[in-house]
């Protein structure tokens, strides 16, 4: 069983940044991820990290402006979130063993955290 803890949401105007940081209980071996879902919008995957922090993946939209790290010994897992645009506004949910079949899945779910850019 895994628990996980997002924290770090907030409101911040375009341009800005974001570190959001989710605390892992209980097996930390998985690969670990970050999803988001806007209001009326399907849940959208945007970044994942293997399980040694040796490869990181991310959406398109996100390349270049967001990073996925973690900390083994911290059992913490981070998305450090650059140069924001409204369009990141979202709940962002920290997930544990992400998967892809015919779209992303994850066995574990945080409860969330709401991260709103103004323009």
């Known amino acids: 069983q895994v628990q996980l803890v997002e924290s770090g949401g907030g409101l911040v105007q375009a341009g800005g940044s974001l570190r959001l940081s989710c605390a892992v209980s209980g097996r930390s071996t998985y690969a670990m991820g970050w999803f988001r879902q806007a209001p009326g919008k399907e849940r959208e995957y945007v970044a994942t990290i293997t399980n040694s922090g040796g490869n990181t993946y991310y959406t398109a939209s996100v390349k270049g402006r967001f990073t996925i790290s973690r900390d083994n010994a911290k059992n913490m897992v981070y998305l450090q979130m650059n140069d924001l645009k409204p369009e990141d506004t979202a709940v962002y949910y920290c997930?544990?063993?992400?998967?892809?079949?015919?779209?992303?899945?994850?066995?574990?779910w945080g409860q969330g955290t709401q991260v709103t850019v103004s323009s």
């Open positions: 997930v544990a063993d992400p998967t892809y079949g015919t779209t992303w899945d994850a066995t574990y």
